[in-house]
């Protein structure tokens, strides 16, 4: 089991590895739909990485989960480099079309597909393993019983689910 925060900020971040999440996920400015947080931007990936090497064992995802009209999928690719510049240790994406996208310019980076994505089902699930995610995050209306019949259909995938 791993317990994930999101992390809108740098202190944010610093917190929640601090006070024992073992991952944490952010946003980056125009690609997040985490509008109402800080996200980071310009030159935040160096303090990321320096509080990064302070908690190795700790993990960094990135929510990449607007649906990508053409000029977004142009705007990420223009700034490719910046992405590589933080420690990500997996994408959180809910548009299908970044899948080769990020493949290409990401190749060892694992993809989690999004709770936006709204997978409540075990082919769904299946599709998106047999599609290389690591993880899904399921719809926040799937019940315990869904989760457990889901996790005995596809017992390779990881899951993860919100709790309030």
């Not at 190795?56 to 223009?78: E, Q, W």
């Not at 970044?98 to 769904?124: G, W």
Request: net charge negative; with cysteine.
């Amino acid at each position: 089991m791993e317990l994930l925060s999101p992390a809108g900020n740098f202190e944010k971040l610093d917190y929640a590895w601090e006070y024992g999440a073992d991952a944490a996920y952010i946003g980056l400015k125009r690609f997040s739909l985490r509008v109402k947080a800080d996200n980071f931007y310009e030159n935040e990936y160096e303090t990321v990485r320096m509080l990064k090497a302070r908690y190795p064992h700790k993990k960094l995802f990135c929510a990449l989960n607007i649906s990508f009209h053409n000029a977004d999928i142009d705007n990420f690719l223009s700034e490719i480099d910046y992405f590589k510049s933080y420690p990500f240790d997996a994408f959180i994406v809910q548009d299908i079309g970044m899948v080769p996208v990020l493949r290409k310019h990401f190749p060892d980076t694992p993809l989690h597909l999004s709770t936006q994505a709204n997978c409540i089902n075990y082919e769904a699930v299946r599709i998106y393993w047999d599609l290389g995610f690591k993880r899904v995050v399921l719809g926040r209306e799937t019940s315990l019983a869904d989760i457990a019949e889901i996790k005995d259909r596809v017992p390779e995938m990881e899951l993860e689910c919100f709790v309030h």
